[in-house]
Each structure stands twice: as C-alpha cells, then as structure tokens.
Nanobody, 124 residues
Framework: QVQLVESGGGLVQAGGSLRLSCVAS????????MAWFRQAPGKEREFAAR????????LYADSVKGRFTISRDNAKDTVYLQMDSLKPEDTAVYYC?????????????????WGLGTQVTVSS
C-alpha cells in the first residue's frame, strides 16, 4: 500500500521560511486531493491547506492564508507546502494526508492515509 513520506521540517526563526515535501512511497497517491494538517503539543490536529489533484484548486485555513502555499507535481506524485513569514504559533508536527472525497474538505475524517509527520519549530 502507498505510504506518505514527509520531509523538510526543521528549526527556523520567526519570519523565516521552510518548504515541506510529501512523496508517495510504494505506489501513487491515487487521490482526489492532498492536504497538510498540523498538530501542536496538547492540541488537536488541525487543517492547514488542501489541493485538488486534478485541477490544482486550493483551500487554506485562515491562520495560514497569505503565508503558506500548497502545490503539487503530478508527474512526481509529490505535494509541497511553502511556508513563509513563519510565526512561533506555527510550531507543530506537520502531516501530509490523502483524501478520496470531495465532500469533507477540512476535517481529519475526510482523509484516509497519513504520513508520520515532520517537526517544524519556529523560534521567537
């Protein structure tokens, strides 16, 4: 079965940038859409950004809109999250997730496959 593998996390100062990548291992995404979620310590996992695989249409959480950009490379079966103007409150583990539905867009239950996550830490 396909596995999702994230990379690109790290430690960055506030105002800096990071680019996360998610690749398919052992298969293809075979997704309707791909998304990034994040989970900070002691908090629930929350939606950050989503991209439809066919037409590239995007959706963002208000908290990241204007600072984060999600994109995909269909040929490489890779999805990216460019994160600019990072803030300490962006510190979290970031997860790549696959959706096979157009109905549930931002809830965890709408995604059926998840990566193990990559840590992003933003220092003040």
């Amino acid at each position: 079965q396909v596995q999702l593998v994230e990379s690109g996390g790290g430690l960055v100062q506030a105002g800096g940038s990071l680019r996360l990548s998610c690749v398919a291992s052992g298969g293809t995404f075979n997704a309707y859409a791909m998304a990034w979620f994040r989970q900070a310590p002691g908090k629930e996992r929350e939606f950050a950004a989503r991209i439809a695989w066919s037409d590239g249409s995007t959706l963002y959480a208000d908290s990241v809109k204007g600072r984060f950009t999600i994109s995909r490379d269909n040929a490489k079966d890779t999805v990216y999250l460019q994160m600019d103007s990072l803030k300490p409150e962006d510190t979290a583990v970031y997860y790549c997730a696959r959706s096979r539905t157009a109905v549930v867009l931002t809830a965890v239950r709408g995604y059926d496959r998840w990566g193990l996550g990559t840590q992003v830490t933003v220092s003040s």
